[in-house]
């Protein structure tokens, strides 16, 4: 008789991947699945501290190389001389356009040449130029928060991709031994259509 004089959240609860080594009905198969999912789960959480760790390894060459980068270059206030035209709609994201500034490079010489700008942006108005060693006119470089955030984002991006791989390879270990369980069940049931052996586990 079932005993229901226990609540069933009183009663062990099993984890999923390891309830198969106690039902009597699984198969060789069934045990192989769940080893391969708690294999693969082991796997993928064991990944995320391996590349937090590499992350961190590479974090003091990036910092450098960040650093050598800014200390070429210099940051100066100009003057836009050219506008740029406004966005189609209000609606509309800003666009960038080409536009004339001006400014004082290292030497004191007052200097003109093309920027980048959004659009709308107005004749006389300010933007920051960063300039090399030369004079010229460079990209801004980027910072180091910048540079910890795409290093974040593309371990945890690494980790996520990891995980997609590792749930391919359990799709196809399904597969094949849903492969097998077919032909086992097929063979068996050919015996008892035949007369022979009851089917067991």
Known sequence: ????????????????????WRNPLARPGDRCESLLVLFLVALWALAAPIIAV?????WPGISERIEHDR?????????????????????????DHAAVAQWTDRS???VQGPVTVPSGSMAGGPV?????????????PMTPTTACVLLVVSAFVAWLVLGGLLAGVLSLGRR???????RQWAQEWALVNAGGRPWTP
Do not use: N
């Open 176 to 182: 094949a031994l849903d492969r097998g369980r077919y």
């Open 108 to 110: 004191g010489a007052t």
């Open 128 to 140: 920051q130029v960063w300039l090399a060693q030369d004079g010229s006119v460079v990209p801004q």
């Open 54 to 58: 590499a992350g961190s390894a590479a």
């Open 71 to 95: 200390s070429g270059v210099v940051a100066v206030d100009a003057v836009l001389v050219t506008g740029t035209p406004p966005p189609p709609t209000r609606m509309s994201m800003p666009v």
């Open 1 to 20: 008789m079932l005993d229901t004089s226990r609540s069933p959240l009183s009663m062990p609860r099993i984890p999923v991947g390891l309830r198969v």
